[in-house]
């Protein structure tokens, strides 16, 4: 028998039995579809944490005051002495390291900032000229921070797009002069418009020379300090480098932890990328389902159509051609099935970007090619057993049947 | 040729082994008309299956031109009733969502011939048996003679030496009987094998040589000149 009659003779009896089929189709599809719009939710909901990580800046490393560790317990804990805190000294030291580019020294706080008789509270960054370029911002206004010796304070800031808006409206803002907390800054520049990364909205900030904002929050600490590594091949020896330049200056104590965007980016991609897994594993039973639920309706072929296989032997079909018959109607319910499920699931992802723009939900080909073969595998493999017993029936009692 | 002998058919039923066929003996030679007759359960379809291939012998030999179709494995036995044998039942056994032209092509389709040939081979047989015009009808859309004559047209589109009918009148009133009988007596005539198995006298009467059967046993052989 010839591969196109078989997959047209398949089809025939496809046909002749249509609601049945076209529930076969249906089950198959939502169990492919499934698989596909689960693994595309997965995947963007992955790649949005990733883009999130990196639109913070590249090949950055972060400085942060303590040990996360909490292994054993040190002198100081006894003493109940807290962690020496990061000074500007420790940031610019850094820059010893051949494998660092440029640092940008981050201290935080509060305050309010009034102009006229519009005032808000206000989140204060205190950093560099470098932090801009670190933090890839961009301005949409006038300039960044003048560079400076970071221990030389300024009187000026660059607002963030929100706090511009809140406090001056329409008016020009550049030049003007903003209190914050008990001294005047004269405003140089604004923000463009970022919205949110990592919870850290910087429309909403106001940055300050690191020497303004220790003057203004009275404290010598840092709460970060941000460092950009030459290349990414450089993250890893930057770290090192950071690490023991910042044991140095605190005496040989480790009391500082740097973290890699790369770590924790590692982290976050594996973790999401497991779940995109899990996901999609659940979306394969259903697929299995659909599989068994095949192979129920070839068991009822093959007992609806006993004469027609009986026929089939007498007019001389040997075993493996009803196998092959059986087979190719199996495959042929699973291939239409992948198919249909296939542009369900393009669709449903679509329809997922349209409602949530800031998902990249798009099924990874990976995912697409298991459903589709999962479809067709568990098709035809659970079409073994009823083409094996249309194989095996015997031709005088299966012509007698009425 | 045809050459049963020392052929036993024993069912297992409910326990208690029944013979079909006993210490059956038979030698039909090529292009002969032969009728098996007799009461329901004497063996007869059993006898018609084994030698159609559809039923194996408990023990005995059956060689077909020639050669021993007994020791046969499934697959090289669907290739002999493929191509030496062709069937003609009682209740047609059309594949009722095909075509009758398709259910003429059937075998040839199992028989992995190409398209081309399949459909000449198709309208030269639809032609001569006048159904030309029933090419495109499914079987629910003939009647009964016709979907016999479709019957006979796909049993014999292999051109098979032997031809296996059973009751091929049996749902079909006496006129249009008599058309089909014709029609199959037309084939012997080419040199095709027919046996014919029937309960009814007047048609088994037809054949050139008639078997009586009782109890899986030929109780009688008779031979008659050509009606």
Redesign the interface.
């Given at each position: 028998?010839?591969l196109s009659?078989v997959i047209r003779?398949a089809g025939?009896?496809l046909?002749?039995t249509r609601s049945r089929t076209l529930l076969m189709i249906l089950a198959m599809s939502i169990g492919v579809a499934a698989v596909v719009i689960l693994t595309a939710l997965g995947e963007g909901a992955r790649r949005y944490v990733t883009g999130q990580f990196s639109s913070l800046g590249t090949n950055l490393i972060i400085v942060f005051p303590g040990r996360s560790e909490t292994a054993g317990s040190s002198p100081g804990m006894l003493l109940g002495q807290t962690p020496r805190d990061l000074r500007l000294e420790d940031a610019t030291a850094l820059l010893r390291s051949s494998h660092i580019r440029r640092i940008a020294p981050v201290a935080v706080g509060s305050t309010q900032a009034s102009q006229n008789a519009r005032n808000r509270e206000v989140v204060v960054v205190g950093s560099t000229a470098d932090f801009m370029t670190i933090r890839h911002m961009e301005l949409s206004q006038g300039q960044f921070l003048p560079a400076l010796d970071p221990r030389e304070a300024s009187p000026v800031c660059v607002l963030g797009a929100t706090i511009k808006q809140e406090l001056f409206g329409n008016e020009q803002a550049v030049g003007a002069w903003l209190r914050l907390g008990d001294r005047r800054f004269r405003v140089i520049g604004v923000l463009d418009k970022q919205g949110e990364s990592m919870g850290f909205n910087t429309d909403e900030l106001v940055i300050i020379p690191v020497a303004s904002a220790h003057m203004l929050f009275n404290t010598q600490a840092l709460l970060r300090v941000l460092i950009e590594a030459k290349s990414r091949e450089q993250i890893e020896p930057a770290r090192k480098e950071a690490e023991e330049i910042l044991i140095k200056q605190h005496n040989g104590e480790r009391d500082v932890t740097v973290v890699t965007q790369d770590a924790v980016l590692a982290t976050f991609d594996r973790v999401l990328r497991a779940l995109t897994l899990a996901v999609a594993g659940i979306a394969a039973i259903s697929l299995s389902v659909a599989g068994v639920l095949i192979m129920n309706v070839m068991l009822i072929a093959v007992a609806q159509r006993t004469?027609?296989i009986?026929?089939?032997?007498?007019?001389?079909?040997?075993?493996?051609?009803i196998r092959r018959i059986f087979f190719a109607e199996a495959a042929l319910l699973s291939l239409i099935g992948s198919v249909v499920g296939l542009l369900l699931g393009e669709a449903g992802s679509m329809v997922i970007r349209q409602l949530y723009p800031v998902l990249p939900a798009y099924a990874p080909w990976w995912s697409v090619g298991a459903a589709c073969a999962t479809a067709l595998g568990t098709g035809i493999l659970f079409s073994v057993w009823p083409a094996r017993r249309a194989a095996k029936l015997d031709?005088?009692m299966a012509?007698s049947r009425? | 040729m045809i050459e049963l002998s020392g052929v036993n058919r024993i069912f297992n039923v409910g326990g208690q082994e029944v013979g079909a066929l006993r210490e059956l003996d038979l030698t039909l030679a090529d292009s002969e008309y032969v009728s098996i007759m007799g009461p329901s359960g004497s063996g007869k379809s059993t006898l018609l299956n084994m030698i159609g291939l559809l039923d194996r012998p408990s023990s005995g030999t059956y060689r077909l031109d020639g050669r021993d179709v007994t020791t046969l494995d499934d697959e090289q036995q669907a290739r002999v009733r493929r191509e030496k044998i062709g069937f003609v039942f009682q209740s047609f056994h059309l594949v009722p969502r095909l075509t009758a032209a398709t259910n003429i092509e059937l075998p040839m389709i199992l028989a992995g011939i190409s398209p081309e040939e399949r459909k000449a081979r198709v309208d030269a047989l639809l032609n001569s048996y006048g159904l030309s015009d029933r090419a495109d009808h499914r079987p629910d859309q003939l009647s009964g003679g016709q979907r016999q004559r479709v019957a006979i047209a796909r049993a014999t589109i292999m051109r098979p030496s032997v031809l296996l009918a059973d009751e091929p009148t049996g749902n079909l009133d006496r006129a249009t009987g008599r058309e089909v009988m014709a029609l199959l007596e037309q084939l012997v005539g080419q040199g095709v094998t027919l046996v014919l198995v029937t309960h009814d006298a007047e048609i088994g009467g037809r054949a050139a040589r008639q078997l009586h059967m009782v109890d899986g046993r030929i109780v009688s052989d008779t031979r008659q000149a050509a009606v």
């Open positions: 028998m010839k009659d003779f025939g009896s046909q002749g004469q027609e009986g026929l089939l032997k007498a007019l001389g079909a040997p075993p493996h051609e031709p005088v012509l009425r | -």
